[in-house]
């Protein structure tokens, strides 16, 4: 296992369009966690999932953003109607439980334009 | 909202010196953690310290946690050039081990 996945790496997109991002988590791992990071800023949280259990979302999170992990395994990141402050560094993290600390993808930066 | 904040916001030292920073958080903490992040890449963990826990080293790294003062801080000792990132303290809150970042810190080790 090489740690968490993420795709794509850099995704540009017009303004209005929808995009869809991918995490592949470390497979022991049930917790999976979404951020977004803008530039100069810390992560700030987004969403989490225990299994396929979507558990805590973020108010961040508008109608706009959806994620699921189905089966419990990889997670996707829906954003329609894209706006330009959507613009950022997406990141997918997972965890193998309470006090293990996290694993972090590389990120997927989302160019809206 | 970010509940860390970190001090100082930047930190510029030589190769060989000691690099500190802290970090300040409002509410009680199941663990606070240390990440690094290089330029456009994802989050490093560093190191975790539980909150019954006041001390705790991993080879370079030395972190602090005072709870009644709510701050924290990581010491890196005998700093590299490679070690030249951003550093992020995170608190750790509630079942869901949800983790709130600072802002950060870029520290900058000159060779």
């Known amino acids: 296992d090489t740690g968490v996945s993420q795709n794509p790496r850099h995704k540009i997109t017009k303004r209005g369009q929808n995009v869809t991002f991918r995490c592949d988590p470390i497979s022991e791992h049930n917790r999976l966690y979404w951020y977004r990071q803008t530039l100069g800023q810390g992560p700030e949280f987004l969403t989490y999932?225990?299994?396929?259990?979507?558990?805590?979302k973020s108010r961040l999170l508008s109608d706009r953003f959806s994620a699921e992990r189905p089966k419990g395994s990889f997670s996707t990141l829906e954003i329609q109607r894209t706006e330009q402050g959507d613009s950022a560094m997406y990141l997918c993290?997972?965890?193998?439980?309470?006090?293990?600390?996290?694993?972090f993808g590389s990120g997927t930066r989302l160019t809206v334009v | 909202s970010q509940q860390g904040e970190e001090d100082p916001q930047a930190l510029s030292i030589q190769e060989g010196e000691n690099a500190t920073m802290n970090c300040s958080y409002k509410t009680s903490i199941n663990n606070l953690q240390w990440y690094r992040q290089n330029s456009g890449r994802g989050l490093v963990h560093l190191i975790l310290?539980?909150?019954?826990?006041r001390e705790k080293h991993s080879g370079r790294l030395r972190v602090t946690l005072d709870t009644s003062k709510k701050s924290s801080s990581l010491l890196i000792t005998a700093s590299r050039a490679a070690d030249t990132a951003s550093y992020f303290c995170a608190t750790e809150t509630g079942a869901n081990s949800k983790l709130t970042f600072g802002k950060g810190i870029t520290l900058s080790v000159r060779p």
């Open positions: 310290i539980r909150s019954n826990e």
């Open positions: 993290a997972s965890s193998l439980a309470l006090f293990y600390g996290y694993t």
């Open positions: 999932f225990q299994n396929e259990a979507q558990l805590e």
